[in-house]
């Protein structure tokens, strides 16, 4: 039997081609998304300094557990002042009892009680003791603060010394390079000898040699950045300004800094958590005394419809709490542990605190003479390069004032990155750094 064919000759052939389009133009795309991934996953994350900040405050796992423990010594506190208030409670029963005689009787009741607590030392101790411990962790989260902000101020300080070492290695590079040219046309032109030769090109290796330490600096650099951000994404991170830097105070009460630092003021809080658990501890062996009040209904049908309420005094006197007099021993032993300590970490702060300061402004100091020596080995470079180029100094001489640079330039940038490591510590210790 003939088939009806509705296609024309060529229409597969046409749909071959528009299928080919549409999978080659699909394959186009995908390579271009694929591309712009990889390309955004190779590219540097630009972060400023206040951007940094930000990051550590909303991402740090440190800081955020500290917060949370506050949180969670606010409630604990809170809840401990609610057994103050008076306490109400409903309660709704129903009993039944027989006899030999087959006899049955049911009993409804529908109550509604009061406690109130009149006088419980263990429960005022506990509310004592949970505002220590709410104090503790808010100084506590404070002294995180400090030294997270600090470790961040000392993590972008290093990625700023990193970046820059690699930018200046490339630059000894092709430095050394010209020199070693330079030199080696003088060997071809016989006024120089194959030992400076030798000693260029060794120079011109170890400048190649720097620059691959300082790119795995670099990259280390930036991994210790983003996991103190908290950062997901595997990529690199570049730094696009420098921490905030202020001058060293030249009057400075170190006693009142001591006090004053975080530190020392979680060690404190903690020294009084320890007096109020001794507090807390005691509570067990005194009496407590409650006011309990019930009115209701009761009878033998549902809804019960007869009256009856009680009022009533309670007075409770514990003996023989053998475990509560061991409480109270091993509290009132924390509680000197807790004072000795303090005591202890009161001195020590403050001689941090002392040789935090004397670093702080000698580090200012080496800044500015360092940037001075800087200044004077480039000028004594260019001036040396000029003299050996005619012949009026030698090799040697030529070749320490070249090195002579070369450590100068990178002594600046080492100095000026102790004196960020300075201040950071400084104000890590005296709390200076919030977010």
Not at 214 to 234: C, I, Y
Not at 256 to 270: C, H
Not at 336 to 344: A, E, G, I, L
Not at 383 to 393: A, H, M, N, P, V
Request: glycine residues 6%; aromatic residues 8%; hydrophobic residues 40%.
């Amino acid at each position: 039997m003939p088939r009806l064919i509705l296609s024309k000759p060529g229409t597969s052939r046409t749909f071959s081609r528009a299928g080919k389009f549409v999978f080659y133009l699909f394959f186009y795309l995908n390579s271009v998304c694929i591309a712009k991934a990889l390309a955004e996953a190779r590219s540097p994350l630009s972060l400023n300094w206040k951007e940094a900040t930000s990051l550590l405050a909303q991402k740090n796992p440190a800081l955020q557990a500290a917060r949370q423990n506050v949180r969670s010594a606010e409630v604990k506190h809170g809840a401990a002042k609610w057994q103050l208030v008076p306490q109400l409670s409903a309660e709704f029963s129903l009993d039944r009892s027989g006899s030999e005689t087959g006899s049955q009787l049911s009993n409804y009741a529908a109550t509604l009680g009061l406690r109130q607590n009149l006088f419980n030392f263990s429960d005022f101790a506990g509310i004592q003791e949970t505002r220590a411990k709410l104090q503790a962790e808010q100084a506590a989260f404070h002294s995180a603060q400090a030294v997270l902000v600090g470790d961040l101020k000392r993590a972008f300080a290093t990625l700023v010394f990193t970046q820059s070492s690699v930018e200046l290695s490339e630059s000894i590079i092709q430095r050394r390079r010209q020199n070693l040219e330079l030199v080696t046309l003088r060997f071809e032109g016989g006024r120089e000898n194959a030992g400076s030769v030798e000693l260029s090109r060794a120079n011109f290796l170890e400048s190649e040699l720097s620059k691959s330490q300082a790119d795995n600096a670099l990259v280390l650099a930036q991994a210790q950045l983003g996991t103190l951000l908290d950062l997901e994404e595997v990529r690199p991170i570049r730094v696009t300004d420098k921490p905030p830097l202020t001058p060293p105070p030249l009057q400075v009460d170190f006693e009142s800094l001591a006090r004053q630092a975080p530190e020392l003021k979680k060690i404190v809080y903690e020294e009084e958590l320890s007096r109020a658990a001794v507090r807390s501890a005691w509570g067990k062996l005194i009496p407590a005394v409650n006011l309990n009040a019930n009115l209701g209904k009761q009878g033998e049908r549902f809804f019960p419809e007869g009256d009856r309420w009680t009022v009533g005094v309670s007075l409770s006197i514990p003996f023989g709490n053998g475990v509560a007099y061991y409480n109270v021993a091993a509290a009132k032993a924390a509680a000197q542990s807790s004072f000795y300590r303090r005591v202890d970490a009161t001195r020590t702060i403050r001689d941090r605190i002392r040789a935090a300061h004397n670093f702080y402004v000698e580090s200012d100091k080496a800044v500015q003479v360092a940037q001075v020596f800087l200044k004077a080995a480039r000028l004594r470079a260019q001036i040396s390069r000029q003299k050996y180029e005619t012949g009026l100094i030698s090799f040697d001489e030529w070749d320490r004032i070249e090195t002579d640079l070369v450590n100068r330039e990178t002594a600046f940038l080492r100095t000026s990155r102790d004196r960020v490591f300075a201040e950071a510590d400084w104000e890590s210790l005296i709390g200076g750094l919030n977010l």
